[in-house]
């Protein structure tokens, strides 16, 4: 069963960059029926897709963060990773890595446990 | 952007009720291409419902999914302890958007 595990910075500075990285195992990050997603919850609130990446590099975004959002994939080492610039106090929350299933009608379908990123001075 | 607004906000019910979940678009979005997820206290969501009806992987069948168009329905035909958490719906069009979720809270 793929497990996925998000790791990176708890505290972040504002205008700084945002840095994460999700180790994925038990299961190839190269397999064809798969996106690979970043997706957060604000403490309290509800979740917000941010977006997601194919192995072999092509994205999507969501169109609200899409300017200052970056993903890259590692398929040596199983990972892929976000880089979010210029955030502020807004962008503080539980930040999710996900497995997204392309192959019947987009969803999420496994879960990291989330890591928290607060963005203070 | 297609938005989807779940009601109602908070539902109160008791085990072995039969619970009602909605989830409204803004707008028709692609065919089918609407999924629910559970979210208990400290955990990550759970993948319940994909493709409007389908129940993931060891998903009990007291939960299922109904609707088309903009109208959708999550039902928990009889409602256990375990069940009460927070659910949102999921919508793929050109790019995912959740609804705001319903809390289902033991009366």
């Known amino acids: 069963q793929v497990q996925l595990q998000a790791s990176g910075p708890g505290l972040v500075r504002p205008s700084e960059t945002l840095s994460l990285t999700c180790n994925v195992s038990g299961g190839s990050i190269t397999t064809y029926t798969y996106y690979w997603a970043w997706i957060r919850q604000p403490p309290g609130r509800g979740l917000e897709w941010i977006g997601s990446?194919?192995?072999?590099?092509?994205?999507y975004y969501n169109p609200s963060l899409r300017s200052r959002v970056t993903f890259s994939v590692d398929t040596s080492k199983n990972q892929f990773s976000l880089k979010m610039t210029s955030v502020t106090a807004a962008d503080t929350a539980l930040y999710y890595c996900v497995r997204e299933v392309i192959q019947s009608y987009y969803h999420f379908d496994s879960w990291g446990p989330g890591t928290l990123v607060t963005v203070s001075s | 952007e297609i938005v989807l607004t779940q009601s109602p906000g908070t539902l109160s019910l008791s085990p072995g009720e039969r619970a009602t979940l909605s989830c409204r678009a803004s707008q028709i979005f692609r065919s089918n291409y609407l999924a629910w997820y559970q979210q208990k206290p400290g955990q990550a969501p759970r993948l319940l419902i994909f493709?409007?009806?389908s129940r993931a992987t060891g998903i009990p069948d007291r939960f299922s999914g109904s609707g088309s168009g903009t109208d959708f329905t999550l039902t928990i035909s009889r409602l256990e302890p375990e069940d009460f958490a927070v659910y949102y719906c999921?919508?793929?069009?050109?790019?995912?958007?959740f609804g705001q979720g319903t809390r289902l809270e033991i009366k």
């Open positions: 999921q919508q793929y069009g050109s790019s995912h958007t």
């Open positions: 493709g409007v009806s």
């Open positions: 990446v194919y192995h072999g590099g092509r994205s």
